[in-house]
């Protein structure tokens, strides 16, 4: 499983605003309160530096322009990097041709097919929403660690970038929406390996059930959804992997209960494919349905891609080479990723005595800020506390291009960087 699982947390689904369908409510708002209006990008405010990708000052998600002074301030309760937002907006799902938009699409039709065009599809919905939208409205605990600013990206103390799909729940359940299928762009500070990346991909569904659905059944309210979606999850796991083998596993989740993980045996070994369960009667009551019940589920998108295409590296879903890109075609479901020339890894070490106030996602965060997609993992090597007390730790930076052969000049330049950051805003002690 480790070699599938994108940026996850234990307890969220998929280990988990501005809309132009006709069908959606004008009611939603675009983007929370955020201005609307931004400069002009002009080409010498970008990077220069092969190695670093652009960072514009505005971008524009669904008609509306996020200024980056929105997102990326001078604050202390802010930690949104500036490579952070330069993905907002970006929406690789919303590609027909790209992996992601494929397994997407695929999953719309069996959703389409299995439900009559029963579920409304939301997947360009604004990614910065509030602290309550995010871990409230979900009943995720107030001590939960997905809170902590180590692994939410935070604009203000009560906005953040969304950790999950579920974040939109409350309020389409409000508008209206008993059966929705929420995708989009998730945001989670993390470690650096070839499965973790702080930007990815979920898709959420959900179904809510009259009393007359279950009473006919003969079948108690939280058994009969169980039951539905199990049936559902099993449809569409079939649909997207073929007559595999597979099994149901109890779990915990602080949205829904039961709470199940679903897995298949594929490649000779199990793969969770997503996590799902009853809905949490709390949730339904808050958002004007308490004679009701319903299910959800959440799936990450590059976990299974990765898997159904053959694909090693999480960065390569936001690779523009065309040695990667044209080698996939809408609707072409599983086309196996054929490698292009790897270019050999260089390996740098960092070793300091840290603070009481280190973490590790903040060195991967820093050490992604100043290297980007060059730095293919962050690695933890050594680790020893001596007579005084003091703590050690040693990390090892692979930096390596997925399209180009890196010169020593940069990778020098980069792991200097990197050093000098650390000293000064990690507060560490360069050994």
Request: glycine residues 4%; negative net charge.
């Amino acid at each position: 499983m480790a070699t599938v699982i994108s940026s996850v947390h234990a307890t969220l689904f998929a280990r988990a605003s501005l809309f132009h369908q006709s069908n959606v409510l004008r009611s939603f708002r675009p983007c929370l309160h955020f201005s609307s209006s931004a400069a002009s990008v002009s080409a010498d405010k970008l990077s220069r530096k092969k190695w670093r990708q652009p960072v514009f000052s505005v971008l524009e998600l669904g008609g509306i322009k996020i200024s980056r002074e929105d997102v990326v301030r001078d604050d202390p309760t802010n930690n949104v990097p500036d490579n952070i937002f330069s993905k907002i907006g970006v929406q690789l799902h919303r590609r027909d041709q790209h992996p992601l938009g494929i397994l997407k699409n695929t999953i719309y039709e069996y959703f389409d097919s299995s439900y009559s065009n029963k579920f409304n599809k939301f997947d360009d919905l604004c990614p910065i929403v509030s602290v309550k939208e995010n871990f409230d409205d979900v009943l995720v605990p107030d001590d939960h660690v997905s809170r902590s600013y180590n692994d939410t990206y935070y604009i203000d103390p009560q906005t953040v970038l969304r950790c999950h799909t579920s974040a939109h729940q409350a309020e389409l359940l409000r508008n209206g929406y008993t059966h929705f299928l929420v995708t989009g762009d998730v945001y989670r500070r993390d470690s650096i390996d070839s499965t973790h990346y702080p930007v990815f991909h979920q898709m959420e569904g959900f179904r809510v059930f009259v009393p007359d659905e279950w009473e006919a059944s003969g079948m108690d309210a939280t058994s009969f959804a169980a039951a539905d979606l199990k049936k559902c999850l099993e449809g569409l796991a079939r649909h997207l992997f073929g007559a595999v083998e597979m099994r149901w596993v109890d779990t915990y989740f602080p949205f829904t209960n039961p709470s199940f993980e679903l897995e298949i045996y594929f490649k000779e070994k199990w793969l969770e494919v997503l996590g799902c369960g009853v809905t949490e009667q709390e949730i339904l009551k808050r958002n004007g349905k308490p004679n009701n019940v319903a299910w959800a589920f959440g799936l990450g998108l590059e976990r299974l891609a990765m898997v159904l295409f053959d694909i090693p590296d999480i960065r390569l879903f936001w690779s523009d080479d065309e040695r990667f890109t044209s080698q996939f075609s809408k609707g072409q479901l599983g086309v196996k990723f054929k490698p292009f020339s790897k270019f050999p890894p260089c390996y740098k070490d960092i070793s300091f005595w840290i603070s009481e106030s280190f973490t590790e996602n903040n060195l991967c965060e820093l050490v992604r800020g100043i290297a980007g997609d060059l730095v293919e993992e962050v690695q933890l090597i050594d680790n020893f506390t001596n007579k005084k007390g003091l703590t050690s730790h040693c990390y090892r930076i692979a930096y390596r291009s997925m399209e180009r052969s890196l010169t020593d000049e940069e990778i020098n330049d980069l792991q200097w960087k990197v050093r000098e950051q650390a000293q000064s805003k990690l507060n560490v002690v360069l050994r």
